[in-house]
Nanobody, 121 residues
Framework: QVQLVESGGGLVRAGGSLRLSCAASGSIVSINRMGWYRQAPGKQRALVAVITSGGSTDYADSVKGRFIISRDNAKNTVDLQMDSLKSEDTAVYYC???????????????WGQGTQVTVSE
């Protein structure tokens, strides 16, 4: 069984910072991509940032220059440093991992349960 557990969400004023962390545990052979998605009320879940095992990153245009994603391959963790937060960043943030559980198996997507980030004006 695989678990992705997020931490670090909360309430912050606009212009402030938060750091989200996610740890993947369980029977894992390798993790290709890890990252963060978010879902605001009434909207679809959307990519925030993703990082490959080699360190390549991709960000949503709306967070470029404000958010930084990082990863520790040895610990199977991924972090998201969020600075200059805006009210439109308010959402439930989900940790994501595309990982392989067995050497002979394909890789699949796994999700955390989500952590709420609320940015007040």
């Amino acid at each position: 069984q695989v678990q992705l557990v997020e931490s670090g969400g909360g309430l912050v004023r606009a212009g402030g910072s938060l750091r989200l962390s996610c740890a993947a545990s369980g029977s894992i052979v390798s993790i290709n991509r890890m990252g963060w998605y978010r879902q605001a009320p009434g909207k679809q879940r959307a990519l925030v940032a993703v990082i490959t095992s080699g360190g390549s990153t991709d960000y949503a245009d709306s967070v470029k220059g404000r958010f930084i994603i990082s990863r520790d391959n040895a610990k199977n963790t991924v972090d998201l440093q969020m600075d200059s937060l805006k009210s439109e960043d308010t959402a439930v943030y989900y940790c994501y991992g595309n990982l392989r559980r067995r050497l002979w198996d394909s890789s699949y997507d796994y999700w955390g349960q989500g952590t709420q980030v609320t940015v007040s004006e």
